[in-house]
């Protein structure tokens, strides 16, 4: 870990990737279309949504995933998510990866347009206007470069109904070489991923090849975006795509040895935390909820439990009014299909403001209410469910359900 | 179906059965108990929560389920769930079924402590204050009888954030014999039952023998209370209690024949009625949706479909918008987990303002959006999903999530 720097940079934190944001008509105002470029070839990796209602470029990527052997870019619109568009969805992804990669080639390079990716977000069963997507492509080509304001670009160009701009980057030292592993995130609502998230593109400059990188991403999602809800819905468009160019020079990754190990834990850092960034913008959220469960029978038991609390709507509620309901967070544990010992359970409450204990070995003990709402008031809390039933361990992400998310969600057409 | 006739009564509507409803100060100033009572033992049956942390009242009456012959009385009281309690909770359903046993026994008639069930909802993991249960009882046996305005008081003591009290009971003929059913049900929040529902109490003159009777409640509750949904909250307490006290002197109803038929088809009709008047006073509550799946692959995928899309917070948000946004219908669906083919999907709204069909063979077709808004603003909306994948079909209610959902669960401590 003392090797591992956050830096600036996002998806440009890694040598060799360019980017760019731009606005191109399909919100009335604000950016809406995003590249991601490399000139080398790269290897990627690639995971999607579990909805069988997958969107059209889903549907693309896949394909591309499957197939293709590298890649060179990566285009993303926001407002329109291409999905519920039936066959016309699905050639208007065809046609924006033949049209972008055109755009890219030259006498030189050869792009194909199996070496691009495509990816929407928005509103759900309007066709995707391609002449304005052509229009965008023709201008954002144009503004690809590496230099630092163009991430923030991207990482704008991506939102929906997010307010703040998602981006983390890490560098590390494999044997002398410096490598970099950055990426940029959107999620709002529509929230509960299952295999991956909304929107989350990551670049590095480390050499590792395809196989390896997929098996990579599918171990790291399972402790970052799929332990995340802000609605308990799973979108039709989640994606999480990798990008890794192998720039930095430094020799291939091989799993087993140290450095792969160095490398994986920055690679997990950087979805963990572009996750938790996702939910800390979730629509509405004014409270950052971090749920604790240890000594569950298994990991995965210990996950299922604390998913079910945060995805509790009665539970984001109670933390909306900064009530200590610790039965609510009983009741979701109950409810999770999960056996657990309740006469072992211990539960508790904790933030910046202190701690407090409310359940001990399944009892509720007196506390201190005052002290127990300052505790919830602040921006972020975690809560502790501790059980004696064996080893198993887990954390999730959620936030509380407020007004402004009815609010936004009885408005929007997404 | 001619033969069954609706009337009035509620739990009253059987011969022999009496009640009451009144105020012992668990809550400040409304009535907070209510006592069913019938001179003559009853066969009875029970389904409960599946939630492992179930209140001390259900492991209470589980118990009485799966060991007694015959009851006389149920106890039920509001503002107090008795749930994550421990010990001392258990302790006090018993007290409380052998102080009202005593009560309720003379020197003619004996009734035994496990002849009575205990029912309670409110606040989760706080004691139940057993003086204030026991001044209670003391007034409440005074209170006990067949007029019809105490079946009011008994459905208004159940209730909790409930706005409307919910009784039904249906009359028919077997036999020359007139026969009663009917219940009272409470339910607004934690509402998304799994076997059974919050509280529901009915009770029938028929002569039916406990076994058949609990296997008749079981299949019931599968189109009824499993059905719905407010807010995917399985609640510690859920409860569903029939008594039937064989009242009619009609002779007993045997599987197969045609009497049974007929009980059978009131017995469903009091359960669904029941059910949707839960969802119809779902906490804030303003949108009743009816959501109905056909030609799904089979019956149990068919729920599932339902389910899903009552359940999505999106959804529920967008009919609070009176947005037709099928979009997030067709994205719950298909992150429901079971299988169906989107490109012989048809979906369209309706209401008492007009229908209208919004996508065809999974493609969203254009159609009049004020005439959908019409139809949205309306208090019952019926979404129909129509598929050809088999013959299963389902119908679940739900309702829409709104500002007020969320100002009722940050306030109240339940």
Redesign the interface.
């Known amino acids: 870990m003392e090797n591992i720097k956050k830096i600036k940079g996002g998806v440009l934190a890694a040598k060799g990737f360019k980017t760019c944001g731009i606005a191109c008509g399909l919100k009335k105002v604000k950016k809406d279309m995003a590249i991601i470029y490399s000139d080398s070839p790269c290897s990627f990796a690639g995971v999607f949504?579990?909805?069988?209602?997958?969107a059209a470029p889903v549907v693309h990527d896949r394909n591309v995933v499957k197939n293709s052997e590298s890649v060179h870019s990566i285009v993303i619109n926001s407002a329109n998510?291409n999905?519920?568009?039936?066959d016309q969805g699905l050639k208007d992804c065809h046609e924006t990866a033949e049209y972008l990669a055109e755009k890219l080639s030259d006498e030189n390079k050869k792009i194909a347009s199996d070496q691009v990716l495509v990816c929407s977000t928005g509103?759900?069963?309007?066709p995707l206007p391609m002449d304005t997507m052509k229009k965008g492509m023709d201008i954002a080509v144009k503004h690809l470069s590496s230099d630092m304001k163009n991430n923030e670009d991207a990482a704008t160009a991506i939102l929906t109904t997010d307010k703040v701009k998602k981006m983390i980057a890490y560098t590390f030292d494999i044997k002398g070489k410096s490598v970099s592993i950055g990426g940029i995130a959107k999620g709002s609502?529509?929230i509960?991923p299952?295999m991956a998230t909304m929107l989350s593109f990551i670049t590095t400059d480390a050499n590792i090849d395809k196989e390896t990188l997929q098996k990579l991403l599918g171990s790291s999602i399972r402790d970052s975006y799929n332990m995340i809800s802000i609605?308990?819905?799973?979108?039709?468009n989640d994606t999480v795509l990798v990008l890794a160019n192998g720039e930095s020079g430094c020799e291939k990754l091989v799993e087993g040895t140290e450095e792969f190990e160095t490398f994986k834990t920055a690679f997990d850092l950087v979805h963990k935390t572009l996750a938790t960034k996702i939910v800390k913008d979730g629509e509405g959220a004014g409270t950052f909820i971090e749920m604790n469960v240890t000594g569950a029978t298994c990991d995965d038991d210990a996950k299922i439990l604390a998913k079910s609390v945060i995805?509790?709507?009665?539970v984001k509620?109670?933390f909306?009014?900064a009530?200590a309901?610790?039965?609510?967070i009983?009741?979701?544990?109950?409810?999770s299909g999960v056996?657990?010992t309740?006469?072992t359970l211990d539960l508790s409450f904790s933030s910046k403001s202190g701690g407090i204990k409310v359940?001990d070995k399944?009892?509720?003990i007196a506390f201190d209410e005052d002290l127990a709402k300052k505790i919830l008031l602040e921006k972020e809390v975690k809560v502790l469910a501790s059980l004696e039933d064996g080893d198993g361990s887990a954390t999730a992400w959620g936030c509380d359900?407020?007004?402004e998310?009815?609010?936004?969600?009885?408005?929007y057409?997404?």
């Open positions: 949504t579990q909805n069988i209602v997958a998510a999905a519920c568009t039936g509103v759900i069963g309007v609502g529509m509960h299952n609605d308990g819905d799973t979108s039709t995805k509790s709507s009665l509620a109670a909306f009014g009530d309901n610790f039965g609510r009983l009741c979701a544990m109950g409810y056996h657990f309740l006469d359940v399944g009892k509720p359900l407020s007004y998310y009815v609010r936004i969600n009885g408005d057409r997404s």
